[in-house]
């Protein structure tokens, strides 16, 4: 089965500073998709990347997928209260997986005003 | 635009006793309908997918069924809960490759 691994764990940053986390997977990844989580709220969708090499930006959050499609970075540019929660990587396998995705453990982002 | 609701937002219930919980989504047709559960320690886990009305698969072995009544509706079920199903237990539909969460319902065995 897919595993993924998010690092890091928890990161505690100071409001207008850059952060990266990053999501690795032990198979090649079909789909690599990106949430937000607020304690005990639903998740909600970032981003999803498919292609090796493909970035995709919203906002001040940039994520993108690296060419053998094995690890995804999420960059947060200028940090703001608003941004902290614990984000969530999830993989599409595809074929008979499609859909049916796999989540990192999270990283928990704490940004201090 | 599309909607998902569950409800109820928070249930608690002894061991042994049943459960329903219910998933509708709106604004869209013929969506795949997930159940996950996001438990201390373990992470968030696909329970049940489904394609279709009366389409369900099960990811793990476990005490929940799923059923799938109408095309937007989807319930997850056990006949006598167990400790370890309390839980925050996630609805997710998907048309294309998008996939997105509702509010979830935290559900505490006791």
């Known amino acids: 089965s897919q595993e993924l691994e998010q690092s890091p764990q928890s990161l505690i940053v100071q409001e207008g500073k850059n952060l990266t986390i990053n999501c690795t997977s032990s198979?090649?990844?079909?789909?690599l998709y990106w949430y937000k989580q607020k304690y005990g709220e639903g998740l909600i969708f970032l981003m999803m990347l498919q292609k090796g090499g493909e970035e995709k930006s919203h906002e001040k959050i940039t994520a993108k997928l690296d060419e053998k499609k094995q690890q995804s970075s999420l960059h947060i540019t200028a940090s703001q209260p608003s941004h902290a929660g614990i984000y969530l990587c999830g993989a599409d396998a595809g074929g008979t997986s499609y859909g049916k995705l796999t989540f990192g453990q999270g990283t928990i982002l704490t940004v201090h005003p | 635009s599309q909607t998902i609701h569950q409800w109820p937002a928070t249930l608690v219930q002894p061991v042994g006793s049943p459960l329903s919980l219910e998933c509708t989504v709106e604004g869209t047709s013929n969506p795949n309908l997930y159940w996950y559960r996001q438990a201390a320690g373990r992470g968030l886990q696909l329970l049940f997918y489904?394609?279709?009305?009366?389409?369900i698969s099960s990811e793990v072995p476990q005490n929940l069924s799923a059923s799938r009544p109408q095309d937007r509706q989807f319930i997850l079920s056990s006949k006598k809960l167990l400790l370890s199903d309390s839980g925050f237990y996630l609805c997710a539909w998907s048309v294309t490759y998008e996939q997105y969460f509702g509010p979830g319902t935290r559900l505490t065995v006791t």
């Open positions: 489904s394609v279709g009305i009366g389409q």
């Open positions: 198979k090649t990844l079909y789909g």
